[in-house]
C-alpha cells in the first residue's frame, strides 16, 4: 500500500495557508479528493443506477413500444415467463460452450506463439511482426464476423475452396446447426488469441532464467519445465487475462449478429441476442427489461467471483 | 555458435508465416474490395483483381459520408469526455487515502463488466424520454459513460507508480493539488493517459451495439451501416469489403504507429 502525502496532517495545513488566494480545490481542504472523483462518480452513477432502476420498473409492467394502451401492472409475469422460456437457457448454454471452449483454444494457441515470439525477440523485426500479428484483437468485431461470413461461405467462399485444394470436402460453416457454434468459436479464437499471446509473452519473460539453468542441469524435459514451472509462474496474470476473457464472452453480441443472428434454428442462440430481438423486434420493453434485469444479475454473479478470484496485486497494478 | 543461429533464422520463418496466415483474412477483404461483382463470385477464386478499380468505394462514399462523419464526431468527442472525467478520478483514487476506496475502486472496475445489452435496453427507454434518440448527443453521453471504468483502471494503474514522495515535496514548495494534479500527475502519467485514449478511440470507432439500438437515420455510425448490406435479399459482398477496409484501416495505422503503448496497455494491468 502506498504511504498517502496527505496522511502527514502538518504537511495539508502548510498548504492551504500557503495558499492566500482561495481556489476551488482549496475549498476541499479536508477532502482533497472529492473534486477529482465527484465528476466521475456522478456520471456513472446516474448512466448505471438510474437506467438500472428504470429497467427494474419497466420488467414490472407490459410495456409495449408500438401498442397505444397504457402499460399494465403485471407484477412478476415477464420473469416467470423468462425463466420458463427454453431458448433463454439455450442463449446461456450457447454462451458457456462458447466461452469454455473459446478461452481454452486462445491459451493453448497464445501460449505456444508466445513461446515462439520470446524464442526471436532478440531479433528487431520480431517487435514489428508481433504488433502485426495481434492486429485481429483491434479489428471492429461487427467486421470480424462479415468478414469471416464472406470467407466461410459454403458456396464461393476461399476458405471451401483452399480446403477442396488439400482434398477437404467442403464445410457448410454458419448455414448449418451442426457447425455454426464452433466457426463462432473459431473466430472468436482468430481474434482473440493474440491477446492471451500478449499475456502468456509478459508473463514468461518475468520468470528469472535462472530457473530454467537449474532445471537444465537437473535434467528436466521441456514438458517438466513446462508443467513445473511455467505454468505455476505465469498462473497468476494469465487468470486475469482469462477473467477479461470470461467477461468480454459474456458480452458478446457483434459477431454473432454479423454471422447467423442466433441461427441457423436456434444453434448460436445467445441471451444478449435474445433481448434485442425482444426490445427491438417485438417491442416487448417490459420482457426486454427482464431479461436485461437477468443479465446483469449473472454478468454481477460473474463479476463478484472475478473480483475473488483475482489477485488483488491485478486491480491494484 | 551457427547452428543456434539458422534455428533461430527458421523460428523466425515460421512466425513471419504464422503472422502472415494470421492476417490473411484481413488482406483477402482488402484485395477484394477492389474486385468487381463478377471477380467476386468467380470459381476457380480470382486472386488478384484483373483491374484495380475503385467503383466499390466509390458507390460507397456516395451515401455514406454522413454516417462516417458521424462515426468521427462521436468518437473523437467521447474519446475527449472520456479523459476529461477519467484523468481526475484516477488521479483521485491513486494520490489520496480515503475510507472506503477500494470499494470505489471495484465499483469503477464493474462498470467494465456490466453486458452492453443491459445497458442499452434502460439507454433506448432513457433516451427516448428525453428525447435524445438517434442523436449524436444521445451516443456521446452514452460512450462516455462506457469508456470510463476502462479508462479509469488504464490510468490509475500508470499513476500509482508516482511515488508519493514527489507529491509530499510539492506540497511542501507549496503547491495546491490542482497544481500538483496538472503540473506533476498528469505529465508523470502521460503514457497511460496515452494508452487510455487509444484504446477508447478504437472501442469507441469499433462499437457496434449502442448506435445499432439508439439511433436509426440521422446519427447512425459506420459500424451500423456495415450490417446493413447483410439485409438486403443479395449481400453485396463487393460494398461490405470496401466498407470493412475503411472501417479497419485508421485502426491499422493507429496499431503500427503506437505499437509500444498498445502493447503495455494491454499487459500492463495484468503484469505490473
Keep these: 500500500m502506498a504511504k498517502s502525502p496527505l496522511s502527514t496532517y502538518g504537511l495539508e495545513k502548510t498548504g492551504s495557508l500557503a495558499s492566500r488566494r482561495e481556489g476551488f480545490f482549496a475549498r476541499f481542504s479536508k477532502h482533497p479528493a472529492t473534486p477529482f472523483l465527484i465528476p466521475a462518480v456522478i456520471y456513472l452513477f446516474a448512466l448505471t443506477i438510474y437506467p438500472f432502476l428504470y429497467s427494474v420498473g419497466a420488467s414490472l409492467f407490459n410495456l409495449s413500444l408500438t401498442s397505444p394502451k397504457p402499460p399494465s401492472f403485471v407484477g412478476l409475469a415477464n420473469y416467470k415467463t423468462l425463466l420458463s422460456d427454453g431458448l433463454f437457457y439455450t442463449g446461456l448454454a450457447n454462451i458457456g460452450i462458447i466461452t469454455v471452449s473459446s478461452v481454452i483454444l486462445e491459451f493453448i494457441i497464445g501460449f505456444s506463439i508466445a513461446h515462439l515470439f520470446i524464442a526471436i525477440s532478440d531479433i528487431r523485426a520480431s517487435h514489428l511482426l508481433r504488433t502485426i500479428y495481434i492486429l485481429p484483437m483491434m479489428v471492429t468485431p461487427v467486421v470480424v464476423g462479415l ?46 488469441s493474440p491477446f492471451l499471446m500478449l499475456i502468456c509473452m509478459t508473463a514468461l519473460m518475468s520468470i528469472p532464467n535462472d530457473m530454467y539453468e537449474a532445471a537444465q542441469i537437473d535434467g528436466a524435459k521441456w514438458y517438466h519445465i513446462v508443467t513445473r514451472i511455467e505454468l505455476p509462474m505465469i498462473r497468476n496474470t494469465v487468470l ?46 417490459g420482457y426486454g427489461s427482464a431479461a436485461a434485469v437477468i443479465i446483469f444479475i449473472i454478468a454481477t454473479i460473474i463479476a463478484t467471483f472475478a473480483v475473488k478470484f483475482l489477485p488483488k496485486e491485478a486491480i491494484h497494478a | 555458435m551457427r547452428k543456434v543461429d539458422i534455428k533461430r533464422r527458421l523460428l523466425f520463418l515460421l512466425a513471419a508465416v504464422i503472422t502472415l496466415l494470421n492476417i490473411a483474412p484481413l488482406l483477402w477483404v482488402a484485395l477484394s474490395s477492389f474486385k468487381t461483382r463478377i471477380e467476386i463470385f468467380s470459381t476457380p477464386p480470382v486472386w488478384i483483381p484483373e483491374r484495380w478499380q475503385v467503383q466499390n468505394y466509390i458507390d460507397l462514399f456516395q451515401v455514406n459520408v454522413p454516417y462516417l462523419i458521424n462515426s468521427l464526431i462521436v468518437t ?105 494534479f496538472f503540473r506533476i500527475a498528469i505529465p508523470l502519467s502521460s503514457g497511460g493517459i496515452a494508452t487510455a485514449t487509444i484504446f477508447i478511440t478504437i472501442f469507441a470507432w469499433n462499437e457496434l451495439l449502442l448506435p445499432l439500438f439508439l439511433t436509426d437515420r440521422f446519427a447512425k455510425t ?13 449481400i453485396a459482398w463487393e460494398l461490405m469489403c470496401a466498407g470493412a477496409t475503411i472501417q479497419v484501416l485508421p485502426i491499422v495505422i493507429l496499431t503500427l504507429f503506437v505499437q509500444k503503448y498498445i502493447v503495455s496497455g494491454l499487459t500492463g494491468g495484468a503484469v505490473k
Aim: hydrophobic share 50%.
Design chain 1, 240 to 285: 486475469v487475462g482469462v477473467i477479461f476473457r470470461i467477461i468480454d464472452n459474456f458480452r458478446l453480441f457483434d459477431i454473432v449478429f454479423a454471422t447467423t443472428r442466433g441461427g441457423p434454428g436456434r444453434s448460436t442462440e445467445i441471451i444478449s441476442l435474445y433481448a434485442y430481438r425482444q426490445i427491438f423486434q417485438y417491442f416487448n420493453a
Design chain 2, 76 to 180: 473523437l468527442v467521447s474519446t475527449a469526455g472520456v479523459l476529461l472525467l477519467s484523468v481526475p478520478a484516477a488521479f483521485g483514487l491513486t494520490a489520496f487515502t480515503f475510507p472506503k476506496k477500494h470499494d470505489l475502486e471495484m465499483w469503477f472496475l464493474s462498470g467494465r463488466m456490466m453486458p452492453p445489452v443491459a445497458a442499452a435496453i434502460p439507454f433506448y427507454l432513457t433516451l427516448r424520454q428525453i428525447k435524445l434518440i438517434d442523436t449524436q448527443a444521445g451516443l456521446i453521453l452514452l460512450y462516455v459513460g462506457v469508456g470510463i471504468p476502462l479508462a479509469v483502471w488504464l490510468i490509475a494503474s500508470f499513476m500509482r507508480s508516482i511515488h508519493p514522495a514527489i507529491y509530499e515535496a510539492a506540497k511542501i514548495d507549496g503547491c495546491k493539488w490542482d497544481q500538483i
Design chain 2, 222 to 234: 459506420f459500424p451500423v451501416v456495415l450490417t446493413s448490406f447483410q439485409g438486403q435479399t443479395e
Design chain 1, 147 to 192: 468478414m469471416w461470413s464472406y470467407i466461410l461461405d459454403p458456396l464461393f467462399g476461399i476458405a471451401n475452396y483452399i480446403l477442396g485444394v488439400f482434398g477437404v470436402p467442403p464445410q457448410p460453416w454458419f448455414s448449418s446447426p451442426n457447425t455454426a457454434l464452433w466457426s463462432i468459436v473459431f473466430i472468436n479464437v482468430w481474434q482473440w
